[in-house]
């Protein structure tokens, strides 16, 4: 049996006010993309697309999971026989905010929950998630999730991959001038981890946008502008198991070299990570008020 898997990315402009006109808008481009492209099995979009976030006063938007909204979510994800990871909300857990991103399966259900595990720190205040996300489409494969910044720590994809993803989505928000720097990373880190990387960045007032979708190889096979836009591919499950097995381009089989290696997987950084020469000559994470503070 063929595991495809048929993928939609909706890069939509996010209102930064009107919350319900971005439900309504994801609803509408997700309807019309199911009944255009019948095929597509996983719709999802960027991070903090259906929260409203960015205000000084973001934090009386967090709300707790599932509420009003999720259940919205819930019936459209029935109604399109169709499994969603509809970007990131700001989470109430105890006395934390999370910026989390749902996995809903086609009955409708949150099946998978991530928690950013790198916050964009010291720009974001959420508080850091601890544990690692994958899910499972049945007979198909597994799928990763991961949000925005955590694109710049390969530990979180080699850990995903070593969970056995095979599939990594991205729900990011970048409309900063680090963003052709992310386009690297991400063909990076699909080649890295012999993994699909699939990226939707939602378009902000000041520019975000360039969602791009990467092979195991780290081939691009979609990279769109700065517009609405909505990216439909295909991958194909089977594909990373073959590049694992016989290497990328046929040539790097490079989880074998990492099993096999007398190091076993036993590198400084992560024995005694905060013993490391670099940590030494760093300042505290903080927000610089001016240039002039920034230490050498």
């Known amino acids: 049996m063929s595991r495809k898997l048929g993928i939609a990315g909706l890069q939509l402009k996010k209102d930064f006010i009107n919350q319900e006109y971005n439900l309504e808008n994801f609803e509408r481009v997700a309807r019309l993309n199911k009944a255009r492209f019948p095929w597509i099995d996983l719709i999802f979009t960027g991070e903090f697309y259906l929260q409203r976030y960015g205000s000084p006063d973001w934090k009386n938007f967090a709300d707790h999971i599932p509420n009003d909204q999720t259940d919205r979510l819930s019936e459209l994800a029935k109604e399109l026989n169709c499994w969603l990871v509809p970007g990131s909300f700001l989470e109430k857990e105890s006395e934390k905010i999370f910026n989390t991103a749902l996995v809903f399966d086609t009955n409708g259900e949150i099946i998978a ?5 790198f916050p964009w720190m010291p720009h974001e205040d959420t508080a850091w998630g601890t544990e690692f996300v994958t899910f499972d ?8 999730v991961v949000i925005c910044y955590d694109l710049w720590f390969p530990e979180i994809f080699r850990t995903l991959a070593w969970m056995g993803a095979e599939v990594i989505l991205q729900p990011s928000m970048t409309c900063t001038s680090d963003r052709p720097a992310e386009l690297i990373l991400a063909q990076a880190n699909a080649i890295m981890f012999q993994c699909y990387f699939l990226n939707v960045n939602t378009l902000c007032f000041q520019g975000g946008g360039e969602s ?3 092979d195991p190889e780290g081939r691009t096979l979609q990279v769109v502008n700065t517009n609405e836009a909505v990216i439909t591919e295909v991958v194909d499950f089977d594909k990373v198991s073959w590049i694992r097995q016989n290497g990328s381009f046929g040539m790097n089989p490079l989880w074998k070299s990492f099993r096999d290696s007398p190091l076993q997987g036993k590198f400084p950084p992560y024995e005694n990570l905060l013993n490391g020469e670099i940590f030494k000559q760093l300042g505290e994470l903080k927000l610089h008020k001016n240039v002039r503070s920034w230490k050498f």
Not at 113 to 117: A, T
């Open 137 to 144: 489409i049945q007979d198909i494969g597994r799928i990763g």
């Open 212 to 214: 791009i979708f990467v």
């Open 113 to 117: 929950k991530y928690q950013k595990v």
